[in-house]
């Protein structure tokens, strides 16, 4: 079966670095992707890997390795805004993405 | 811009109504999908359409009816509400379906079913 395991939630200081990490088996692979989605609002685009190695676009990184099953999301220089639930979705091989229940992340001052 | 727009934002409905669930898209994206999203899991899809005209069933399809007249328009209709299906649902849009076109999301809609 298709599964995806990420922390369910995950606590940070303000201006700190966090890494949340997610493990996945999928029917296939077509890549990942990871979204941000603050409490109440929706889910929206954060990266895309297809490829191994680190994607880093700002403050947010993102790693895949292909051959694990594993993908990571760092963010750095943590801001309060930041608190929010991070969600991981690889893609299978009918190019459906299998969402993980997402990581809560709680950002303290 | 809008992007997509859902409505309603929120319904309390008695089980056993007939609910449709809107959705539109002013990006001219070829394929869109109805998830669901509940406390604890990952977003489950439950209908798609790859283009205007086409629709495909997703992981959790019972219960739940779609179709794809146009372009921007992807309304999700319950023949008959059950308590099961409270839930927040959300409309999302991709250019295509597949390769790196990343979803779009909608606002959600908070669906209560008494």
């Known amino acids: 079966g298709q599964n995806i395991d990420q922390p369910t939630e995950m606590t940070a200081t303000e201006g700190a670095i966090v890494q949340i990490n997610c493990t996945y088996q999928?029917?296939?692979?077509?890549?990942l992707f990871w979204y941000q989605q603050h409490a109440g609002e929706a889910p929206t685009f954060l990266s895309y890997?297809?490829l191994d190695g680190l994607e880093e676009k700002g403050r947010f990184s993102s790693f895949l390795s292909r051959s694990k099953g594993y993908s990571y999301l760092l963010l750095k220089e943590l801001q309060m805004k930041d608190s929010a639930s991070y969600l991981c979705?690889?893609?299978?091989?009918?190019?459906?993405?299998?969402w993980g229940a997402g990581t809560k992340l709680i950002i303290k001052p | 811009i809008a992007g997509i727009t859902q409505a309603p934002t929120s319904q309390i409905l008695a089980a056993g109504r007939r609910m449709t669930l809107r959705c539109t898209q002013d990006m001219r994206h070829n394929a869109m999908y109805w998830y669901r999203q509940d406390l604890g899991l990952g977003l489950r899809l439950i209908h798609y359409?790859?283009?205007?005209?086409?629709?495909g069933k997703g992981e959790v399809p019972d219960g739940y009816s779609v179709s794809r007249a146009n372009t921007d328009d992807f309304p999700l209709t319950l023949a008959s509400a059950v308590p099961s299906q409270t839930s927040v649902y959300f409309c999302?849009?991709?250019?295509?379906?597949?390769?790196?076109?990343?979803?779009?999301f909608g606002p959600g809609t908070r669906l209560t079913v008494l």
């Open positions: 999302a849009s991709s250019a295509a379906r597949g390769g790196t076109d990343t979803q779009y």
């Open positions: 999928t029917s296939g692979f077509n890549g």
């Open positions: 359409s790859n283009t205007a005209g086409t629709t």
């Open positions: 979705a690889p893609m299978d091989s009918n190019y459906q993405l299998i």
């Open positions: 890997n297809v």
